[in-house]
Every structure is written in structure tokens, then in C-alpha cells.
């Protein structure tokens, strides 16, 4: 059996209180003295306004709570834990300094943890720029239940991963391994789901959504797997980018229909109610099981076949183990493909390897970039906004004059999008809390921008791509310019080859922070369509994984053209059919290509 990337497994135990208190105590010793009280802040009973951010489990171990405010600070987070002896504890606080400013009392992420109403004396928030643990003093605790809190004193993302009480005072200078790590493997077996799945989908973006409903109206039992509370993916609440790209080509014009019917008609720009619109359509399938807030971190492999998922809960770090008989990734991210030893790709191919004429002499990391949304609103009378001295430095020239994001607001081109999503999302809270600020206390402009105020901001990326799992069949730029139709050719896309790169002005102000974007895009929803082929929609040699979405096999040149929701969506309404036929006839998703493909074609031309 090959499991990667086991090092963050883990099962913390929680016991629920009245009013839904959630609470982690682990009582292990260094020495047979020593005690120890552990809190995950995600695990906090009641968060406030402070946010649950998933997005860098996979690199630190686990959520953290962030103080996304908005340049307002957010209402406390508070909790409530046992001591189980009374006595004399240190306090480590698991935190860090996020702006990479390198100032201290005027460092934008500060905090303060309470005990009992009582601050301690050590402001956290400040000093080194990487996860660590920040020695927080000592306290008197007696043998009972005690109130902790988090005070946010900036409402600029603050943030903080656990607090550990400590009875002696070497927990961190003596280990060789992070201690949170340990004390997380003590009860790291996850529990077994009881069911056992045709299909397993993870991801519930429009390609995931789409791929189990169309599996589960065909009588397969689906698992939907998502790590956020909400649905959609780049289309949810969370993260606001429409849905572009054209639905219901011929030969198959009722492939899309899946994809169509997931946006409210009644929406009229509500993302809240159009992403519970998601999620009531899911509900309303018999052969679906949801499970929202389920991050997936493990894959048990044997013999190039998936053998079972396994996901954490992002509040409660519960682990659930999902087995069954087909898997598809349409995480964006091709986390399921990567963790099962899938072949992958990331950055641009060079032009030797492919014959591209889009492609780059060397091949390269460069990536398309991720945004978050910003919006600002306008008020009666004028609104201040605190200086951001720690923030990307403006001037009026490079000062954006806009009340809004829009596409072209994009970053982390040169990063990689799995694992560097912190630094990838925190460069865009630079530029954004800067250039705001500029806006408001110093442009020439400020009277204009007097009365607003910076009303909504995301702080969960919106990826353009990241790793590319192949399949059977590579698709490139050559397929593109050719006229030729693969034989199975069944995703359709006409939105022409849209590759994006830094604003080579903006790069000029900004360098590897830069936060602007152009376009390169040929024949804009003028070019002739083009088909994805089938066989770039499952693992070449992961005998059993399905890839919908934005991760499927195709080149970096390729895929900006098939990277629109409406056609990721129609990916997943593929997928979701040829698993029907892989376990009606008991065949692998490659199988399906070289004895039902007719059957593919016909089912979707009904779909």
C-alpha cells in the first residue's frame, strides 16, 4: 500500500457542549510531570467574526483562524477548556507575522489571547514571518473549566493555529518535530465511513457538482467531498467569479444541461442565494451523501488502483476514510491525482517538448494567476481608513483609481498554487490594503474617495490553474489549430486560447509582487469549437481516478482555452457518465474509451 503525504493524519477528539462548544484537551506528557492543554483556534466554539481559513492544511497541518476584518477588528473568537491539575503553565501561541513588513508594535496582524477575561501580557501577531510558536508567559490556572479569546487589534488578518498550556517551560526548544505534530498523531486513526461508493467526487466546484449529479441520476451512490461550508468552487459566494464559456454545442447540445441548471434563475446577483441553490440541488438527489468542510489528505493506493479517501473535517479535524470503486478529482488543484502518485504537470511545457508556438524556448513554473474579489460601497458621509505603512508601497503612479476588482486584479504567476496559497493570497492583501489606503489618505483623488468604503474582500483564492493530472491523450495547442476530430472529442469550447501573464507595467512598480494582469486571448468567443478529448479525462496510470475541472490533461497552451466554468462543468457531466458505464459493464474509465465509447456518445447526446 503507498499512502504520501501521510504527516498531517491526525483525529482530535471533540466533545460537544450546550450551544454547540467545542473544546480539545489532550493530556500527554514529555515527562511523567509535565501537562499539557492543547487548542486548535479552528476547533473554537464560537469563532466571532474571525474566518475558518483551510487553504494551507496541506502545508502547516491543520486550519487556522483569521481575523478578516477589513481594517475593522473582528468581534473575539472565545472558547472554553478544561486544566485538568491546578498549577503554573506557559503559554505558546502558534501564529505568525504576515506581512513580512518587519515592523513589531505596527505590525498588521496583532492579537491578544484572554484567560478568563485577563489578556495576557504578549501581543502576538509580530516578529518572525513563518509559522512559529510565540511564547505567550506564564499563567496560574486552577483545576476547572477555563474561557479563552482572541482579540483582534488591527482587522487586518491576524491569525492564529493553536494554543498549547504547558506545565514546563522546554515544550518547544526541545523538540526535533514541531510539537502540535505529536501531540495530533496520538489519536490519528480516522474513523471508517460505513458506505462504500460507486463513485467518490472531491471537489464541489461546478465540475464536481455536475459530475456527481449526472452519476447519481444513473443510480451510481455518489460522495461529494468539499472542503468549504459552501458550494461552487470559483462560482460560490466565497470567491464571485461568473460563469463564462459556451453551453449546448452541437453534436451534443443537451451536454451542459447539468452545468445550466446549477445557476439560481432567480438569483439576481445574490451569491448567498445562489450558492444555497447549490447546495438544495444536491440535497434533493437520493444517491448523493454531502460532506461539506471535509478536506481530503491522505489516498490509500495499491497496485495503481484508489482504494479509499481520507478527509478532515476543517473545524473539527475529524477524519473520516471514504472507500470506493471509482474516484474523481475535480479539486482544481489535483489533489486526489497527486497524493495517488498520478502523473502531473505544472508551469508551461517549452516549445522542444511540445511544438507549441505558444510555448516558452525552456519550460517553466509560470502559471495563470489567482484573484480575490474586492468591492467597495459608498456611505452618507465620509469614512477614514488606517495607514498601511506595512502594506505595498504607492504612489500616484502606480496607484489603481478603482472602486472594484475585476479579472485582471491577479498574482502568484511564478508561485506554485497548491502550496504557496498563503503567500499567493497574502501578496494580494498587500496591494489590495495598500492601494486603498493610497486611495483614500494620500492620492491626488482622496475628496473622490472620502465617502467610501472597502465594503467586501475574499479571502479564499480563486485559482485560474495549477497541477495538470494527463491522461490518455494530451491535448495541446496542435488540436486547437487543427481541424481535425478526435474520435472522442465530446467537450466543447469556443472561447480561443486565453493565456495570462503579469502587467509588465505593474511588474515595473512591483516585481514579484506584482497584482495586475494582461490578457492574451485569440478570437474571444469568436474562435471555431473545439472538442476535449475523453481520453484527457482520467489518470494514464491510475487505473481507477477520473479528473474534471480545471485539472484534467492537457497542456499549460491548451488549457486556456477549456479553463471556463460552463466547460469545467460539462467536464464533470462527461465524467460522471462514463462512470456509469464503468460500473455497469465493470470496466475502468480507460476501458470505457475502447468498448463504450459509442454508448458515451449516445448517452450524451440524452443527457
Known amino acids: ?78 472558547t472554553f477548556a478544561v486544566c485538568p491539575e491546578q498549577g503554573a503553565y506557559h503559554v505558546w501561541v502558534r501564529t505568525r507575522e504576515w506581512s513580512g513588513s518587519g515592523l513589531t508594535d505596527k505590525a498588521p496582524g496583532r492579537f491578544q489571547v484572554y484567560i478568563n477575561g485577563t489578556p495576557l501580557d504578549t ?21 476547572s473549566t477555563f474561557k479563552v479569546s482572541l482579540r483582534d487589534l488591527t482587522g487586518f488578518e491576524g491569525r492564529c493555529d493553536a494554543i498549547i498550556f504547558s506545565t514546563g517551560d522546554g515544550l518547544i526548544s526541545h523538540q526535533s518535530e514541531d510539537p502540535l505534530i505529536d501531540l495530533r498523531k496520538l489519536n490519528g486513526k480516522p474513523e471508517k465511513h460505513t458506505k462504500h461508493y460507486d463513485l467518490v467526487v472531491t471537489g464541489g466546484g461546478l465540475a464536481g457538482i455536475s ?56 438569483k439576481n446577483g445574490d451569491w448567498e442565494r445562489n450558492g444555497a441553490w447549490k447546495k438544495e440541488i444536491i440535497l434533493r438527489e437520493k444517491n448523493i451523501d454531502l460532506f461539506l468542510e471535509m478536506h481530503v489528505t491522505d489516498v490509500a493506493v495499491k497496485k495503481n488502483k ?16 471514504f472507500k470506493g470503486k471509482l474516484f474523481a478529482d475535480c479539486t482544481g488543484d489535483g489533489v486526489i491525482g497527486y497524493l495517488a502518485g498520478a502523473d502531473y504537470r ?18 517553466d513554473s509560470l502559471v495563470l494567476g489567482a484573484s480575490i474579489f474586492w468591492n467597495s460601497g459608498k456611505s452618507n458621509t465620509p469614512v477614514d481608513f488606517p495607514g498601511c505603512i506595512w502594506a505595498l508601497p504607492f504612489r500616484e503612479e502606480s496607484c489603481q ?15 506554485d498554487m497548491a502550496a504557496d496559497v498563503e503567500l499567493i493570497r497574502d501578496n494580494l492583501f498587500l496591494a489590495i490594503y495598500g492601494n ?17 468604503i472597502l465594503s467586501e474582500m475574499a479571502y479564499v483564492l480563486g485559482k485560474r490553474e495549477s497541477r495538470r493530472l494527463m491522461g490518455d491523450y494530451v491535448y495541446s495547442e496542435h488540436d486547437i489549430r487543427s481541424n481535425d476530430m478526435l474520435p472522442d472529442g465530446l467537450i466543447p469550447s469556443k472561447w480561443g486560447i486565453d493565456l495570462h501573464y503579469a502587467d509588465p507595467v505593474n511588474e515595473i512598480f512591483f516585481s514579484d509582487k506584482a497584482f495586475r494582469s494582461v490578457a492574451v486571448h485569440e478570437q474571444k468567443q469568436t474562435h471555431p469549437v473545439r472538442y476535449l ?40 457531466e462527461v465524467v460522471g457518465m462514463a462512470a456509469f458505464l464503468c460500473r455497469k459493464y465493470g470496466l475502468t474509465p480507460r476501458q470505457v474509451y475502447f468498448s463504450r465509447l459509442n454508448e458515451l456518445k449516445t448517452l450524451l447526446k440524452e443527457i
Request: proline content about 4%; charged content about 20%; aromatic content about 10%.
Open 1 to 78: 500500500m503507498n499512502i504520501r503525504n501521510n504527516r498531517w493524519q491526525c483525529h482530535i477528539d471533540n466533545t460537544k457542549f450546550h450551544f454547540f462548544i467545542f473544546w480539545l484537551l489532550i493530556n500527554f506528557s514529555l515527562s511523567a510531570k509535565e501537562q499539557f492543554i492543547v487548542i486548535e483556534a479552528e476547533n473554537f466554539a464560537n469563532t466571532g467574526t474571525w474566518a475558518v481559513d483551510h487553504q494551507s492544511i496541506d502545508r502547516i497541518g491543520s486550519s487556522y483562524l483569521l481575523a478578516h476584518g477589513l481594517g475593522k477588528p473582528c468581534v473575539d473568537a472565545e
Open 123 to 143: 501581543v502576538f501577531g509580530m516578529g518572525k514571518t513563518e509559522w512559529n510558536w510565540h511564547y505567550g508567559g506564564k499563567i496560574q490556572l486552577p483545576a
Open 211 to 266: 459530475a456527481a449529479i449526472v452519476a447519481a441520476r444513473q443510480g451510481l451512490k455518489v460522495a461529494l467531498i468539499h472542503n468549504r461550508p459552501v458550494l461552487g468552487g470559483n462560482n460560490s459566494p466565497e470567491i464571485r467569479i461568473p460563469v463564462s464559456g459556451d453551453l449546448n454545442c452541437p453534436p451534443y447540445t443537451k451536454l451542459g444541461n447539468v452545468t445550466k441548471a446549477l445557476e439560481n434563475p432567480e
Open 306 to 321: 484508489i482504494k479509499s479517501v481520507t478527509a478532515r473535517h476543517i473545524r473539527t479535524n475529524k477524519l473520516l476514510r
Open 346 to 363: 505544472t508551469g508551461r511545457e517549452s516549445g522542444s517538448e511540445t511544438g507549441e508556438s505558444l510555448a516558452p524556448e525552456k519550460s
Open 401 to 415: 483609481h478603482v472602486l472594484s476588482s475585476a479579472w485582471n486584479w491577479e498574482g502568484g504567476f511564478q508561485h
Open 436 to 452: 486603498w489606503s493610497f486611495q483614500k489618505n494620500h492620492s491626488v483623488k482622496k475628496k473622490q474617495y472620502a465617502a467610501y
Open 533 to 572: 478529448p475523453y481520453r484527457s479525462l482520467y489518470s494514464r496510470n491510475i487505473r481507477n481516478l477520473f479528473m474534471a475541472g480545471r485539472c484534467t490533461g492537457m497542456t499549460h497552451v491548451a488549457h486556456g482555452m477549456f479553463r471556463t466554468q460552463a466547460t469545467t462543468g460539462m467536464t464533470g
